[in-house]
């Protein structure tokens, strides 16, 4: 079983669409979970960060279910720009270490 | 702006030769950064970490004598590709570790705009 599981998707929506992610992950030891966006032949880079309460940033909405090692990202009134693959992270308590998951990828379109 | 740099953006190189990769932190210290390893459409592998000082610790399958890794100071880690073969043309990330004010948001990992190797 992989340590970080996602769907692959593609999903594939309309603007002004509402999305959700999800993504589960194994170990219990994990402490510290984010998403990442990356953008094709580019770097990952941070989308935010996922905190046990829920956060929310602006149209991207996080959540974390400790109990069922469950994560999800939403992603309310989708823009163009939004198209991309979004990766699920988490890193064990005490470990710089992150784990990847294989990406969700997302087309936006018109 | 970027807050790690990674040199060269692209690399094509013959069989046979080797490649060196450099991860520069910019403006923060990191004691560890990562070195990672992506195939088409796969997700990010971590190949090993690099420690300031010592012996980066190199991720199971991943051969040491291949990818040597040197973190010479504290904002600088390089990989080199030694003997590169077309098997492994990939796109290599190096991250660093920053840690960040406060407690919701610690160690944040910042990624480099990674190296595209193409061995002929």
């Known amino acids: 079983r992989k340590e970080v599981e996602q769907d692959p998707g593609p999903f594939n929506v309309p603007e002004g669409a509402t999305v959700a992610f999800n993504c589960t992950y194994s170990n219990s030891a994990s402490q510290s979970f984010f998403w990442y966006r990356q953008d094709c032949r580019k770097e990952p880079k941070l989308l935010m960060s996922v905190y046990s309460s829920g956060n929310e940033d602006g149209r991207f909405t996080a959540q974390l279910n400790r109990a069922s090692q469950y994560i999800s990202l939403l992603i309310r009134d989708s823009k163009l720009s939004d198209s991309a693959t979004y990766l699920c992270v988490v890193k064990a308590d005490g470990y710089n270490k992150l784990i990847f998951g294989a990406g969700t990828r997302l087309a936006v379109h018109p | 702006g970027a807050v790690v740099s990674q040199h060269p953006s692209r690399v094509i190189c013959k069989s046979g030769t080797s490649v060196k990769i450099e991860c520069r932190s910019l403006?923060?210290?990191?004691?560890?950064m990562f070195w990672y390893r992506q195939f088409p459409k796969k997700s990010l592998m971590l190949m090993a970490t690099?420690?300031?000082?010592?012996?980066?610790?190199?991720e199971q399958g991943v051969e040491k004598d291949k990818f040597l890794i040197n973190h010479a100071s504290l904002t600088l880690s390089t990989l080199t590709v030694t003997s590169a073969h077309p098997e492994d043309s990939s796109f290599y990330i190096c991250?660093?570790?920053?840690?960040?004010?406060?407690?919701?948001?610690?160690?944040?990992?910042?990624f480099g705009a990674g190296t595209r190797l193409s061995v002929l």
């Open positions: 690099s420690n300031e000082g010592s012996k980066a610790t190199y």
């Open positions: 403006d923060f210290q990191a004691t560890t």
């Open positions: 991250s660093a570790s920053r840690e960040t004010s406060g407690t919701l948001a610690k160690n944040i990992q910042y």
